[in-house]
């Protein structure tokens, strides 16, 4: 089991910068896949950006590319998401996933998932 525990969501202007952390405990990770998602109220999960714990490769989300920086820290097994020049359509819950397996940005595929950090951008 993978245990994942986001936080740093909050209230934030147009404009505004944000980073979530997803702290991750109980299995070794070294060979997932971490993403992030994001759900607003009535629309689907959609995936925001993801990151392999033992390379560099990250990958975007196209709406939020050159905003948003997914990085990790492995000596902590925490994932990050700086979140810059935010805008109201950015407004959400913001989730945290763990995958055992190739890339992905199919929230279905993910097999772990933290509870979820709210994330409000006002105009």
């Known amino acids: 089991q993978v245990q994942l525990v986001e936080a740093g969501g909050g209230l934030v202007q147009a404009g505004g910068s944000l980073r979530l952390s997803c702290a991750a405990s109980?299995?070794?990770?070294?060979?997932?896949?971490m993403g992030w998602f994001r759900q607003a109220p009535g629309k689907e999960r959609e995936f925001v950006a993801a990151i392999y714990w033992s390379d560099t490769n990250t990958y975007y989300k196209d709406s939020v590319k050159g905003r948003f920086t997914m990085s990790r820290d492995n000596a902590d097994n925490t994932v990050y998401l700086q979140m810059n020049s935010l805008k109201p359509e950015d407004t959400a819950t913001y989730y945290c996933?763990?995958?055992?397996?190739?890339?992905?940005?199919?929230?279905?595929?993910?097999?772990?998932w933290g509870q979820g950090t709210q994330v409000t951008v006002s105009s």
């Open positions: 109980g299995r070794t990770v070294s060979n997932y896949y």
């Open positions: 996933a763990a995958r055992q397996g190739g890339y992905s940005t199919l929230h279905s595929l993910y097999q772990y």
